[in-house]
């Protein structure tokens, strides 16, 4: 099982709508969660991180951690063209990790007008 | 945006060449990565380095050896490049563990 997993994809959501995006985890020992976006040819940039249970919020972007279930998602409210991206999740490598991370394989978003 | 430069940022190489990646950092980050994303896989980790001279492997390492003599600079070198190397590296820092890592602009790098 890899360590990181998010559902495959792609999500295509119309202009305004939620977008929800999973990602499961199988280190119980891991103690954050970030979430990348990254556009097509750039390089991935950080949209939110989430350290304890429950739900952080920022601007449009939600991300949930549920610890016991080893889940972690982002919403994305109201969304818009401008969102349309890969999202990767990412959490720390296992053992000692040195600020390793590992990612999920990427969720592709596409927000149609 | 974190200070993190990949040079080149393009390359086109042949079959069995040695070819260096660069990685200049100016935000004296303790941690530099290098991964690699292909289609299909995402993001790989190739080696890292917690600190100059101190440099280990990652998921992907094998064809690939890294080099940090100072603290800004993570080389990453294709010892004889295959056409399975052909992808888009991006160089990665971090302060420490449990914090987000800040991408280079990433090389698209083609062996042929």
């Known amino acids: 099982q890899k360590e990181v997993e998010q559902n495959s994809g792609p999500l295509s959501v119309p202009e305004g709508a939620i977008a929800s995006l999973n990602c499961t985890y199988s280190?119980?020992?891991?103690?954050?969660f970030f979430w990348y976006r990254q556009y097509s040819g750039k390089s991935p940039e950080l949209i939110m991180f989430i350290y304890s249970n429950g739900d952080k919020e920022d601007g449009r972007f939600t991300a949930q951690l549920n610890k016991a279930s080893q889940y972690v998602s982002l919403l994305i409210r109201d969304s818009q063209p401008s969102d349309s991206a890969t999202y990767l999740c990412?959490?720390?490598?296992?053992?000692?990790?040195?600020?390793?991370?590992?990612f999920g394989q990427g969720t592709i978003l596409t927000v149609h007008p | 945006d974190a200070g993190i430069t990949q040079s080149p940022r393009h390359k086109v190489t042949e079959t069995g060449t040695p070819v260096t990646l660069r990685c200049h950092q100016t935000?004296?980050?303790?941690?530099m990565y290098w991964y690699r994303q292909d289609p299909g896989h995402g993001l790989r980790l190739i080696h890292y380095s917690y600190g100059v001279k101190d440099t280990d492997k990652g998921e992907v390492s094998d064809g690939y050896s890294v080099s940090r003599s100072k603290t800004e600079d993570f080389l990453l070198t294709l010892e004889s490049a295959t056409s399975s190397q052909t992808s888009v590296y991006f160089c990665a820092i971090s302060a420490g563990t449990n914090t987000e890592a800040f991408f280079g602009q990433g090389t698209r790098l083609t062996v042929v």
């Open positions: 935000e004296n980050h303790r941690y």
């Open positions: 280190d119980r020992g891991s103690q954050s």
């Open positions: 990412a959490a720390p490598a296992g053992g000692t990790s040195y600020g390793k991370l590992t």
